[in-house]
C-alpha cells in the first residue's frame, strides 16, 4: 500500500491552482474551472471545487488516497482488522475505490487503477 493521491476541495479551483502552482513550482497536467492536477513522481495532488453531494454520492472532503494491488482483498483484510469501511469497493472512472475513516475522522481512500480494475 503506498500513498498514490492527495486531494483537496476548494471553493476556487483557479485560485488555488495559481497559488499551488507558485508554490510547487510547475504547471499542472490539467486544470479547468473545476479541477487541477498535479504529478509528482507516483502521486497525484488533486483539487476539486467543493460541492454539497446528493444522496449516495462520495463526501466532498479532503483525502489521501492509498493505491493497492486489489480493493476487495484489501477491504476484507481491513476488516477482519477491525477496521469499519464507510463506502465499500465500487467502480469509478478511474478505478475501483472504497472509502474509510481514521480515529479522527478524516477520509481515507483505498484505490486500484483501472486497468487492474475487475470487470
Known amino acids: 500500500m503506498k500513498i498514490v493521491e492527495i486531494a483537496r476541495f476548494v471553493e476556487d479551483v483557479p485560485a488555488a491552482t495559481a497559488f499551488y502552482r507558485l508554490l510547487l513550482g510547475v504547471e499542472p497536467s490539467y486544470h479547468d474551472e473545476t479541477l487541477a492536477t498535479f504529478h509528482s513522481n507516483e502521486v497525484t495532488?488533486?483539487?476539486?471545487?467543493?460541492?454539497?453531494p446528493g444522496p449516495g454520492e462520495l463526501p466532498c472532503e479532503d483525502h489521501i488516497a492509498f493505491g493497492v494491488?486489489?480493493?476487495?482483498?484489501t477491504v476484507a483484510d481491513l476488516a477482519r482488522r477491525g477496521l469499519t469501511v464507510e463506502h465499500p469497493p465500487q467502480?469509478?472512472?478511474?478505478?475501483?475505490?472504497?472509502?474509510l475513516r481514521e480515529p479522527s475522522g478524516s477520509l481515507l481512500e483505498i484505490t486500484q487503477a483501472a486497468s487492474k480494475a475487475p470487470h
Open 69 to 73: 494491488e486489489e480493493v476487495n482483498q
Open 45 to 52: 495532488f488533486l483539487i476539486h471545487r467543493r460541492y454539497e
Open 91 to 99: 467502480d469509478y472512472e478511474w478505478g475501483r475505490s472504497a472509502y
